[in-house]
Structures are given as C-alpha cells and as structure tokens.
T-cell receptor, first 114, second 114 residues
C-alpha cells in the first residue's frame, strides 16, 4: 500500500509552547488529509479534514485556533498544536488519500506536554 | 447511532484461526464493510473490504452473511503480531470516492497468545 510518514514519532514539549507535526505522502499525491487524536484506551477521534490549497474543516469541539492545520502541497500537511497544555497530550494520527482511493495512515505521533 | 457493533475483546491461541464478528443490522444496499486494525502505538492499517460477496486477500478473509446484517473477519493462522484492535466500519462507495473521513468505533481488542 501507499506510504504515509509522520514526523516526529514522539515529542515532549513544555506547557505553553507550540509543536508542529508533519504528515507526508511519500509515493502519491494526497488531495485530502485527515487528522485524528487518540487518548489512551480510546478510539480515534477525527479532528479535521484538509484539502490541498484550502482551509481545513474542523470537527465540532476542535478549536481551529489551537490546532492549526496547513495543507500547502499535495504531499505535505502539518498540524501545529499551539500553546500546548498537559491535556493536549495524546496520540495524533494523520491519514492521506488520493482521488478515488482509500486513505492510508501515518504511524502516529505521541505528544507529551509537561 | 453506531452503524456497527463489535465485541470489546477476544482471545485467540497462536496458530489458530481468529474469527472476529461484526453486526451491522442497519446496513443499506450501497454500503461496504471495511476492516482496519491498529497495532499498539501505530496508525491503523487497512485489511479488507467487501459489499456482499466473500473476499480474501493475503491478510484475511471476510465473510458477509447473505442478508448482509453481519460479517466475520477471519485471520486463518493468528500470530502474536496480529494482536491489535480491529475496527469494522460501514461506508458507502460515494463516501469513499468523495474522500470523507473514516469514523472509528471502539473495535475489538484481539489478544493472541502462545
């Protein structure tokens, strides 16, 4: 299957700082990318959907000013957690799809805010 | 309302077949059944999908009942590496083509032991 790479795989940051997570489609052009968050022992929760070149669509309850999503190219989307707090500690997962294909998932990023 | 119902957990002995059930009694005629799995601390991985016929690939087999109200994912010879959370998802072809996000339920935690 197609390869989606996330970086970093894990990150620790101080409370109040911002952290950026990258999601790249390595061997295909991703017209749509999705960002999920997963807390321990829970399922994946969709945060937002982004199409290349347009603003992301956020799910209800997800603060767009806190979770900044940029999808500037067909192979890269970034999620920036701004002014991170300990409750933002979670497993963040991206997925990417090309037109008329299924989505493929990155390996996830473990964020710990201390 | 959830479109699918899965048991929260199952156990399987290594080398034996793992049969994971999924109820989707309200499935409509144009909805497919998809299966994904998530190994601990990784992103989800596509396994298989089907409409009404049984399907088989190198990873698993999917058996869909004639009335399509339930299905079973079969891992013919489970290994320790198959320990994961397995998600059964129902979605239409239009949703797949339109690029809408996968919505995950709680899934079944499969534990394979030696």
């Amino acid at each position: 299957g197609a390869v989606v790479s996330q970086h970093p795989s894990r990150v620790i940051c101080k409370s109040g700082t911002s952290v950026k997570i990258e999601c790249r489609s390595l061997d295909f052009q991703a017209t749509t990318m999705f960002w999920y968050r997963q807390f321990p022992k829970q399922s994946l929760m969709l945060m937002a959907t982004s199409n290349e070149g347009s603003k992301a669509t956020y799910e209800q309850g997800v603060e767009k000013d806190k979770f900044l999503i940029n999808h500037a190219s067909l192979t890269l989307s970034t999620l920036t957690v701004t002014s991170a707090h300990p409750e933002d500690s979670s497993f963040y997962i991206c997925s990417a799809r090309a037109s008329h294909t299924e989505a493929f998932f990155g390996q996830g990023t473990r964020l710990t805010v201390v | 309302d959830a479109k699918t119902t899965q048991p929260p957990s199952m156990d399987c002995a290594e080398g034996r077949a793992a049969n994971l059930p999924c109820n989707h009694s309200t499935i409509s005629g144009n909805e497919y059944v998809y299966w994904y799995r998530q190994i601990h601390s990784q992103g989800p991985q596509y396994i298989i999908h089907g409409l009404k016929n049984n399907e088989t690939n190198e990873m698993a087999s999917l058996i869909i009942t004639e009335d399509r109200k339930s299905s079973t994912l079969i891992l013919p010879h489970a290994t320790l590496r198959d320990t994961a959370v397995y998600y059964c998802i129902v979605r239409t072809r239009l949703e797949s083509q339109a690029g809408t996000a996968l919505i995950f339920g709680k899934g079944t935690t499969l534990s394979v032991s030696s």
